[in-house]
């Protein structure tokens, strides 16, 4: 069986159902095939723990291939970015066990060239793009707002669905990480290859279990003005 996602039920962001609010995991299972797609809070503290929970909890098959929200074109990883972004961290921890990596977002130009596909009357340059991705929430109202949906819909999510879709038809085990806005966008279109999946919202504490109340400062100095 070849996996081929329907696009035609991607949803616009403002219209797609929140499903949690945090980093969580929605787990699939279909014909022998597993995808772990993990719903991002972006250099969130817990999302870094939940990129741990998934490759080293034991909870998971080990995956096979890595996809991740990242320009597969013309973007330079910066220095120690894997310490502040979750999304290179996982494709870090990935490539130091030899899983292979793939960058599945939209370069800046494949991102230019949606945009003027669906608003040809516009210019659209690297700055202006920065500026409808910078756009927070991209649900919000206004033109770039409508243009980072439009963005998203018929460009980033399809290309981010067609990777995984791929990906599934050559791996056993594929491990996805995007941020969450992507996968409540693409969910409707998940569930109607994949079914119904099981969520994961909350993960043990990957550093240790702490009692908050053992903790019993001393003073050392008395403020004075």
């Given amino acids: ?5 329907n696009f035609d039920l991607l949803e616009a962001w403002e219209d797609a159902q929140r499903m949690y609010y945090g980093a969580y995991i929605a787990l699939f299972e279909k014909h022998g095939k597993t995808l772990v797609y993990m719903c991002d809070v972006h250099g969130e503290n817990e ?6 929970y998934c ?4 909870k998971f098959k080990q995956p096979d291939i890595l996809i991740t929200e990242f320009e597969n074109a013309g ?12 999304l290179i961290y996982a494709a870090a921890v990935a490539t130091k066990q030899n899983i292979p990596v793939v960058f599945a977002d939209l370069s800046h130009k494949e991102k230019q060239d949606v945009l003027q596909v669906y608003y040809p009357d516009c210019v ?9 991705l910078g756009t927070e929430p991209m649900r919000s109202a206004g033109k770039l707002g409508e243009m980072g949906g439009t963005l998203n819909k018929f460009g980033r999510d399809k290309f981010m669905l067609e990777n995984i879709a791929a990906a599934l038809n050559k791996y056993s085990v594929v491990f996805a990480i995007f941020g969450s806005g992507h996968y409540e966008s693409q969910r409707l279109a998940l569930v109607d290859m994949l079914g119904e999946p099981k969520y994961i919202g909350k993960i043990p504490n990957v550093r240790g279990e702490f009692d908050e109340k053992d903790i019993k400062p001393i003073k050392l100095v008395d403020f004075r003005i």
Avoid: L, W
Avoid at 47 to 52: K, L, T
Avoid at 55 to 58: A, D, L, Q, V
Avoid at 75 to 86: L, M
């Fill in 124 to 132: 659209f340059d690297e700055n202006v793009v920065r500026q409808i």
């Fill in 75 to 86: 973007r330079e990883i910066g220095k120690h970015a894997s310490q502040t972004n979750t």
């Fill in 47 to 52: 999302a870094f723990d939940m990129v741990d």
């Fill in 55 to 58: 490759f080293k909890s034991g």
């Fill in 1 to 5: 069986m070849q996996f081929k996602p």
